[in-house]
């Protein structure tokens, strides 16, 4: 019980901090605190992931962005999904490769995010255009250069509020 | 050792310690909840009737994370203050300071009255139709923005009514709360406005494609006699938006050979990111498909 508060106000924290970031106009290639911790708590604790509070973030996500329900929530689950199958393999991996992995999730979740389902046809010209590609690999960037940071921040949280160590 | 904390060996019931993750059917659940809810928003477009609520919730975190910003501003003025008045301790007096204060209030409300005054003079007709409120926040992705702005309890509200500012047509309201209502921009792309041109009157639909890009003309025949900078206002067709507001102008005109049509791209007047007022038609026909 004491692990799961402590992951869902370390998810809360970072989606307060994604809001903040909207709110202070920051262009699309904001980083995504959520997503990063998200990976993160998928990578430590998979067991004491709840995919009932992945589905209320993304509702969230869904009516702060403007997306149609349950966009964000396939999204967040998606990357669990990923992370939950192989978090063996992803812990053996050095910071470097693990940069890059962040770097292409982050990258193929805002493609994801670009696809206007509410056009005929999958992928409309119109969404997604050389500035917003531009954007994008700029915010996977960020988001890779941040993993590290999250990755060594979050350990030392879980070491000291929820002790678990594995 | 309980089952639940860790795989048990079915053989030896030793505990292995490997870690178990969340089971395939949870996550077949979990996406098959996600996907009805998808296709339910698709077909029925629910999500723009919660997402008005979903507004009001998160407003108060808007006033949380501006807490501090407004903490920082109030203790800099007060820091500042303090160090004009030991500084003009010798040459001017309490009161006089004080009418400074009081003059460069007076100037912020003057400021504020001219941009509201600017605000009211836009609109063309039916003044009384109008209710003026104020920008809560920008969201929403680049292809997607929304405006969010107040809205009072006994104002009446429609979907589709339009939003107007000083600088021309801003949107129409796409959801509503009890506090905060959510605008469509005319930048968004699924936005689509019947205009006409200023000098050649041709009749079109504009689309947006994104905060900061350029708008484009649809279906515009080769035969059109429209020119670059040309203004387009809103031709008032379908009732969404009243006749007459600036929608941009026309910047570039391109025939393509083997094109049918002329690719046309449109500037946008409005600018959202600059403007703290708006104006929103109460009077506005419901229109959805709009």
């Known amino acids: ?166 | 050792m309980s089952r639940d904390d860790h795989k048990v060996s079915n053989i030896s019931s030793d505990a292995i310690f490997a870690v178990r993750p969340i089971g395939p059917l949870s996550f077949i659940a979990a996406f098959t909840f996600c996907f009805i809810l998808l296709f339910l928003d698709l077909k029925n477009n629910i999500s723009d009737s919660y997402r008005g609520y979903g507004h009001d919730l998160l407003n108060p975190i808007f006033k949380i994370i501006d807490l501090p910003r407004m903490v920082f501003e109030k203790s800099k003025l007060r820091f500042k203050e303090k160090n004009e008045i030991l500084e003009e301790l010798e040459e001017r007096n309490k009161t006089i300071k004080e009418l400074e204060v009081a003059s460069l209030q007076l100037q912020e409300i003057q400021k504020i009255n001219e941009e509201l005054g600017f605000t009211w003079d836009s609109v063309l007709n039916k003044k009384e139709n109008y209710f003026l409120t104020k920008k809560v926040q920008i969201s929403g992705n680049s292809f997607n923005p929304l405006l969010v702005l107040e809205t009072f309890k006994n104002i009446q509200l429609s979907k589709g009514s339009a939003v107007i500012s000083k600088q021309g047509i801003v949107g129409r309201v796409s959801s509503f709360g009890s506090k905060t209502l959510e605008v469509m921009l005319v930048q968004d792309s699924k936005s689509f406005i019947p205009i006409k041109t200023s000098i050649t009157d041709y009749h079109a639909i504009v689309q947006g494609a994104g905060i900061e890009r350029e708008g484009k003309l649809i279906n515009v025949k080769k035969t059109a006699n429209i020119k670059i900078g040309e203004k387009i206002l809103t031709s008032g067709v379908a009732g969404v938006f009243p006749y007459g507001y600036v929608v941009g102008i026309i910047s570039e005109i391109e025939d393509l050979p083997d094109d049918k049509y002329l690719k046309v791209k449109v500037l946008f007047s409005s600018n959202p990111k600059n403007i703290d007022f708006f104006l929103v038609n109460q009077d506005s026909k419901k229109s959805k498909n709009f």
């Open chain 1, 1 to 166: 019980m004491r692990s799961f508060i402590f992951i869902q106000l370390s998810l809360l924290l970072a989606f307060l901090l994604d809001v903040t970031l909207v709110y202070l106009a920051i262009p699309e290639f904001r980083p995504s605190f959520f997503l990063l911790v998200l990976i993160y708590w998928n990578l430590a604790l998979p067991e004491r992931i709840s995919l009932a509070i992945i589905i209320i973030f993304g509702l969230i996500y869904d009516l702060f962005q403007g997306a149609l329900f349950g966009v964000y929530g396939i999204a967040f689950l998606s990357i669990t999904y990923i992370f939950q199958r192989f978090f063996y393999q992803f812990r053996t991996l050095s910071i470097l490769q693990q940069v890059i992995m962040v770097f292409l999730i982050s990258l193929f979740l805002k493609i994801y995010l670009a696809i206007n389902l509410e056009e005929d046809g999958l992928f409309s010209p119109i969404i997604i255009d050389h500035t917003y590609m531009v954007y994008v690999t700029l915010h996977a960037f960020i988001n890779s250069i941040l993993w590290p940071v999250i990755f060594i921040s979050l350990r030392a949280y879980r070491r000291k509020w929820i002790g678990v160590r594995r």
